[in-house]
C-alpha cells in the first residue's frame, strides 16, 4: 500500500526551490561541480556537494586547496545543498562560513550535516552515522548553529543526512528519537537511508523503504522527507516517492553509474535516447569547460560507466 502524504503543502522554503522530485547524492570525490551539472541536464533537481571535513577544511596548509577541490559551484549549479561533517559547533560552523564566502552565486539553499557516512573513518572522525548513534547531543548543538548563524528556516536552511539505527526494530525507536532532536534543534529536512551502518560495501543488502515510510510518517508537517537506497533507474525512484510518502529521491551509485538516471535515458529535450557514450563525451565537456574535477582515473574510480568510457574516449 503507498504511503500516504504527512502534509497538505510543501512548506515555503522547499516551494521556493522548486519542490525537487529527483536528487543527486553527496559522494566523496564524486559529486563535484561537473557531475552535478551533467545529473541537472538530466533530472536531477537538487544536488549535494561532496561530503567537507570541517576540520581538513580549515587547516592553515591544507584548508585551502582542500576546499578549492571539495567545493566548486557556478551557473546552472542551482539549488545546492553543501554537506559538512564534524562534531565541534564552531568548528563546522567557520568551514560553513569558508563556504559561503565561495559562492556570490548563492546557489547554497541548505546547509547539511553528515550522519550517515557508515566508514570506520567516520567513527575515527566522529561524523556520519557513528556520531547520530554515539552523540547526538554534539550533533544537534552543531545544526542549532548552523541555523543560528546561517540560516533562518524560509531562506537557506540546515538538513541531515541519517542512517537507520542498528538493531532499531520495526519501531524505530532509537532512530525515531534522534531525528527528533534534529528537528527540535532547526533541521527542516531529513534524508533518510533506509540501511543501517552495518549494511555497508558487500553486506549492504537491500534498503527498507518500509522503514523510511515509518520514520516520514514520524516527521512533523514541515519537515521535508527525502529517501534515499535502492534506486537504480527511474522506475525505482517513482516506486519509492509512492512507497514511503517521501517529498523527493535521492539516488548515488545508481547515478554514478547512469547519470541520465532520472529521465530514464530519453533526452528531456527532443526525446533521442541518452547512451553511456554520450554521458561520457559530455561529462568530458563539462569538465574542461569547468575545470572542475582533472579528469583522472582517481576521481573516476567509482563512476562505473563513465570510467570505463571517458578512459576509452581519451585513447581515441
Given at each position: ?105 548563492n546557489n547554497v ?17 566522529r561524523y556520519g ?139 528531456p529535450v527532443d ?46
Amino acid at each position: 500500500m503507498a504511503a500516504s502524504s504527512a502534509r497538505a503543502a510543501s512548506p515555503k522554503w522547499w516551494t521556493n526551490i522548486g519542490a525537487p522530485k529527483f536528487v543527486a547524492a553527496p559522494m566523496v570525490d564524486q559529486s563535484g561541480l561537473a557531475f552535478r551539472l551533467l545529473a541537472r541536464k538530466y533530472g536531477a533537481e537538487l544536488a549535494f556537494t561532496p561530503m567537507i571535513h570541517a576540520g581538513v577544511s580549515q587547516c592553515p596548509q591544507r584548508g585551502r586547496g582542500y576546499l578549492a577541490r571539495h567545493f566548486q559551484t557556478g551557473d546552472g549549479d542551482w539549488p545546492l545543498v553543501a554537506q559538512f561533517a564534524g562534531a565541534d559547533e564552531d568548528e563546522v560552523s567557520r568551514s560553513a562560513e569558508r563556504v559561503l564566502e565561495r559562492d556570490p552565486t548563492n546557489n547554497v539553499v541548505a546547509l547539511d550535516l553528515n550522519l550517515g557516512c557508515p566508514q570506520q573513518i567516520a567513527r575515527k572522525g566522529r561524523y556520519g552515522a557513528f556520531l547520530l548513534e554515539d552523540d547526538v547531543d554534539a550533533a544537534a548543538k552543531v545544526v542549532a548553529r548552523l541555523r543560528k548563524d546561517y540560516c533562518d528556516g524560509t531562506g537557506r536552511v540546515v538538513t541531515c543526512k541519517v542512517r537507520l539505527m542498528p538493531d532499531d526494530g520495526p519501531a524505530l525507536r532509537g532512530t525515531k528519537e534522534r531525528v527528533a532532536r534534529l528537528v527540535d534543534a532547526g533541521a527542516s529536512a531529513i534524508t533518510v537511508h533506509g540501511r543501517t551502518r552495518l549494511q555497508n560495501k558487500q553486506h549492504s543488502g537491500a534498503c527498507d523503504w518500509s522503514a523510511i515510510a515509518t520514520l516520514r510518517a514520524s516527521l512533523p508537517a514541515d519537515v521535508v522527507a527525502i529517501a534515499n537506497g535502492g534506486i537504480g533507474c527511474r522506475g525505482d525512484a517513482d516506486r519509492v516517492l509512492d512507497a514511503t510518502g517521501c517529498d523527493a529521491a535521492m539516488s548515488s551509485e545508481g547515478l554514478l553509474e547512469n547519470p541520465a538516471l532520472f529521465v530514464a535515458n530519453v533526452d528531456p529535450v527532443d526525446g533521442s535516447h541518452v547512451g553511456q557514450r554520450r554521458l561520457a563525451r559530455e561529462y568530458l565537456a563539462l569538465a574542461a569547460a569547468t575545470g572542475a574535477h582533472a579528469v583522472s582515473y582517481t576521481h573516476l574510480r567509482a563512476h562505473e560507466t563513465l570510467r570505463y568510457l571517458v578512459c576509452r574516449l581519451l585513447l581515441e
